[in-house]
């Protein structure tokens, strides 16, 4: 049996430093160390650049060392994504070309990769006019969810995005949503497994910070009837091609949500409030920062829009209940309220006088908001 397996990490680039630190020490450090010691095991995983920065600010070289090394050996493949982790689809083209590029040089930087053949869309998060953007930057493939097509995804078949031209390889979500090891483990003991090619894909912090891990990664490494390999290495082993239409969607999307046209509903939903008023807010901020590109504080002014960009700034506004992926329900005004604060400060950072009409407007916005999610807390949440 083959284990296609992909792994998300990520933590947001204006995270506590605790968190980060729960994370390396739970998840990043355990799962590096398991690779390191079972060669034979091969995974291909997107690190976000805001997550490497973010390393590299806590001191954490060896760490960045040993992943360099196991991507230098072969062992685990590297993506490009864009680096702090916004959802493309929802962002201007500028913006969204700015950090797939920079994603690019921080992992070149500090893991020495440079020609990278797959992308990871955070969150699975795809539009056909984003895949075509990923192919005009060089890119070869990306991995997506199942509900984006009508096909009955077959894994001996290689597809190709009709709108992109970018070969397309589906997970499973259904094995995706379980303890992944647990699963795979349990697959191999069936003998009609025996040929058989499972896909996987899920955030990395599954492993150890999620779900504690006591033994099913062990058992796997030392299963003689599991094979793994990288997506690239698999693609290119299939050559019964077929064409297929993509529809706009993410990894969490629901068959009713495509039918209703409400595609990325954790990150924007026309029905919640708080969603409308914070992309009028992330909208006018990209629209300032771009007008004044030449500014004397272009620099502040983009990290902390960046920031305020990321999907968790929506995500955590949605009250979606994550307990399928082992997560609490996604909300916390405080998390919201951290991202709008980036996106005022993107204002606020800029020193060109003729911005002071929209750092007020911007100001009253961000009152408005913060009213309306702790409005919404107390009243449900609390």
Not at 232 to 258: H, Q, V
Request: hydrophobic share 40%; proline share 3%.
């Amino acid at each position: 049996m083959t284990w296609i397996n992909f792994l998300h990490f990520y933590q947001p680039a204006n995270s506590d430093p605790y968190n980060i630190s729960e994370a390396i020490n739970k998840c990043y450090r355990p799962l590096l160390a398991f690779w390191e010691k079972n060669p034979q095991l091969r995974c291909t995983i997107n690190i976000s650049g805001c997550l490497l920065l973010r390393w590299s600010e806590m001191g954490e070289d060896k760490l960045i060392k040993q992943l360099k090394k196991l991507v230098s050996r072969g062992q685990i493949e590297l993506v490009g994504s864009a680096a702090y982790h916004p959802l493309l689809p929802l962002i201007s083209e500028a913006e969204a070309i700015l950090q797939i590029k920079e994603q690019a040089e921080i992992l070149e930087r500090f893991l020495g990769a440079k020609k990278l053949r797959g992308f990871f869309l955070p969150e699975m998060a795809y539009s056909p006019k984003v895949g075509k953007l990923i192919k005009s930057l060089g890119y070869e493939w990306l991995i997506l969810d199942p509900i984006l097509t009508k096909e009955r995804v077959d894994n001996q078949i290689s597809y190709i995005d009709t709108e992109s031209s970018l070969r397309i390889i589906f997970r499973s979500r259904e094995l995706s949503n379980t303890y992944v090891p647990t699963s795979i483990q349990a697959l191999i003991a069936e003998s009609d497994n025996r040929d058989k090619v499972f896909v996987t894909a899920t955030d990395g912090e599954l492993y150890g910070l999620r779900h504690e891990d006591q033994k099913e990664l062990k058992l796997l490494a030392k299963n003689k009837k599991l094979k793994t390999k990288i997506i690239s290495e698999y693609l290119d082993g299939i050559y019964k091609i077929k064409k297929i239409r993509l529809a706009s969607g993410s990894w969490e999307t629901t068959a009713a949500e495509l039918k209703s046209g409400v595609v990325f509903p954790l990150w924007q939903d026309k029905k919640n409030k708080i969603h409308r008023s914070l992309w009028e807010l992330a909208d006018l901020a990209q629209a300032v920062i771009k007008k004044y590109e030449k500014d004397s504080n272009y620099h502040w002014a983009r990290w902390h829009l960046v920031r305020g960009l990321a999907s968790c700034t929506f995500w955590w506004a949605s009250g979606r209940d994550m307990s399928h992926n082992f997560g609490a329900p996604a909300w916390s005004p405080d998390e919201v309220e951290r991202g709008i604060n980036e996106l005022v400060r993107a204002i606020r950072s800029l020193h060109d006088q003729t911005s002071r009409a929209t750092k007020i407007k911007a100001e009253k916005m961000q009152v408005a908001i913060k009213r309306l999610i702790w409005e919404k807390h107390w009243r449900y949440h609390f």
